[in-house]
């Protein structure tokens, strides 16, 4: 065989090239497939991507000392196809917690979520608040909260990183406004330690909660179950969590909204993904 130019290819060299350009071309579809297939397995099991990737449709921002949708500072963004959580625009940070509400409240699902922490955490957050956020769930409605509100009546799953050198727990529990009980024995501490490891440094994190309406509610780091507690409730001691009672007069908390925090240190949610589950699951 002869190339325009003069240059003659062998019939051994051409089938030669031939074979390397095949392989390179089944690599490049074997991965776009591995790609496709990922994202086909999660929409046939019914997973709800949460977080589009593009753009915050679907979510409402709530930040203390301002009104419901006021996004202060550019607290919550996507980019580069990241939903960040980031302080550039505070002097300080002054107390300004703030949570990123789902337009939905749910009841029994299964929350995944891939999150990192990155930067330095904001001039003036408080020292307990370094890598530190959350996934606030059976949350009331941002609606009912007051401007100056610090944190929405929930249960708090806490995203914590390691400061390098000594351990801390991740996927803890904190409850503001709320109690559980564990092991039958009501649970009235403000927080409460996982199993986990520490995960230290900028490294994504999957972290993963089973939520079954008002009976248990499980916390999963790399497929372990790291902590465990059930019949999620408000707490009568707290005046504006009792105020969010309903006309039953039931303490339990069946489901409620979705919340991502800000608490001061700079976060990058890459995922944050919802399975709906049957009400009969246990």
């Not at 089944?26 to 496709?36: G, L, W």
């Not at 915050?56 to 949708?69: A, C, D, N, S």
């Not at 009841?107 to 307990?128: A, D, I, M, T």
Request: hydrophobic fraction near 35%.
């Amino acid at each position: 065989m002869k190339k325009p130019g003069g240059l003659v290819l062998t019939r051994p060299v051409f089938v030669y090239a031939f074979v390397i350009l095949s392989g390179l071309l089944h690599c490049a579809f074997t991965r776009a497939e591995q790609f496709v297939s990922k994202t086909d397995v999660a929409e046939s099991e019914g997973w709800i991507q949460l977080f589009n990737g593009k753009d915050l449709t679907g979510w409402v921002p709530k930040i203390r000392y301002h009104e419901l949708g006021d996004n202060f500072g550019n607290t919550f963004r996507v980019e580069d196809g990241i939903l960040t959580v980031g302080y550039e625009a505070y002097d300080e940070f002054n107390e300004t917690f703030g949570h990123l509400f789902y337009e939905k409240p749910f009841s029994h699902y299964r929350l995944r979520v891939e999150y990192r922490f990155v930067g330095e955490q904001c001039k003036g957050g408080p020292g307990w608040a370094l890598r530190n956020s959350g996934l606030m769930l059976h949350g009331e409605d941002p609606k009912t909260m007051s401007k100056d509100q610090d944190f929405p009546a929930s249960i708090e799953v806490q995203l914590l990183g390691g400061n390098g050198k000594d351990n801390r727990t991740n996927a803890n529990l904190c409850t503001p406004g709320t109690n559980v009980v564990i092991n039958e024995k009501l649970i009235q501490a403000h927080c409460t330690q996982s199993k986990s490891d520490t995960y230290h440094g900028p490294q994504w994190v999957t972290v993963e909660v089973e939520v079954l309406g008002d009976q248990v509610i499980r916390h999963i780091i790399d497929g372990e179950v790291v902590l465990e507690y059930d019949k999620p409730q408000i707490d009568p001691r707290d005046e504006h969590a009792k105020s969010l009672v309903g006309d039953d007069g039931s303490l339990l908390l069946s489901g409620g909204t979705i919340s991502l925090q800000s608490e001061s240190h700079p976060v990058h949610f890459r995922k944050v993904e919802l399975l709906p589950l049957d009400k009969e699951t246990k």
